[in-house]
Nanobody
Framework: QVQLVESGGGLVQAGGSLRLSCAARGRTFSEYALGWFRQAPGKEREFVATISRSGRLPYYSNSVKGRFTISRDNAKNTVYLQMNSLKPEDTAVYYC?????????????????WGQGTQVTVSS
């Protein structure tokens, strides 16, 4: 089992940046592909970014491509989401997730473990 704890959320003005972190405890972190998802009020949870076990294959949703960067540090058991040029529509609770597989996935149903979420609010 893996426990995931997100941090780094907060309030930022449009155009600003935040870096989210997700620390993992439990089974070997390097065995998991990882993802970030988000859920805005009244909306379904949506895919943001994912990275494979090797870290060589990041994928992004079209809405964040070019602004967000996912990365992982297996030595620190942590996955990051660097968010630049933030927009008010990025406001949501952001969740990290882990799946025991080599390959990444866009689908939330493919993930076995979830963090509790961290709030990101972007003001206009």
């Amino acid at each position: 089992q893996v426990q995931l704890v997100e941090s780094g959320g907060g309030l930022v003005q449009a155009g600003g940046s935040l870096r989210l972190s997700c620390a993992a405890r439990g089974r070997t972190f390097s065995e998991y592909a990882l993802g970030w998802f988000r859920q805005a009020p009244g909306k379904e949870r949506e895919f943001v970014a994912t990275i494979s076990r090797s870290g060589r294959l990041p994928y992004y949703s079209n809405s964040v491509k070019g602004r967000f960067t996912i990365s992982r540090d297996n030595a620190k058991n942590t996955v990051y989401l660097q968010m630049n040029s933030l927009k008010p529509e990025d406001t949501a609770v952001y969740y990290c997730a882990a799946r025991w597989a080599a390959t990444s996935s866009y689908y939330s149903s493919d993930y076995n473990y979830w963090g509790q979420g961290t709030q990101v609010t972007v003001s206009s």
